[in-house]
């Protein structure tokens, strides 16, 4: 082994083809296969994103409508009926916490959490979260549960 056989191992490298815009010998010179003039010719050249050729882009095309809050708290749902199936399924039993809430993989750690009223529970439950509809918050008092708001 010497330094003039060393080579690369196979497949490790992908040069391929004809060095393009290297000078006239070397076959692809002149306009290199860029053809002649325009944006596309150009060093430095990239298209803007969603470019048509001159025609109105699509996201200019489609109307625009709404209004979105960028100021809007968002809230993770859980329903009284998902309480009752965990109540049911013996996950829980008398208090239901944040903590709970994420090992069973119902929010995340950084989500908020508010109650709301849909189906019925049997069970008295201890329910800790961020907010609770009124409907939810009668039901779990009336089934001798307490409310504890975070």
Known sequence: MSLNNLTPATGSTHKGGK???RGEGSGKGGTAARG???AKSRSGYSKKIGFEGGQMPLQRRVPKF???NINRTEYTPINLD???ALV?????KKEVSLT?????RLAGKNDLVKVLGRGTLKTALKVEAHKFSAEAQKA???AGG?????
Not at 88 to 92: A, L, M, S, T, Y
Not at 146 to 150: F, I, N, P, Q, R
């Open 82 to 84: 998902t309480l009752q």
């Open 36 to 38: 002649h003039k325009g």
């Open 100 to 104: 709970t809430l994420i090992e069973l």
């Open 88 to 92: 049911d399924d013996k996950k829980i």
């Open 19 to 21: 060095r393009v815009g």
């Open 146 to 150: 307490e409310v504890v708001t975070l």
């Open 140 to 142: 779990i008092e009336a």
């Open 66 to 68: 709404g209004f979105k």
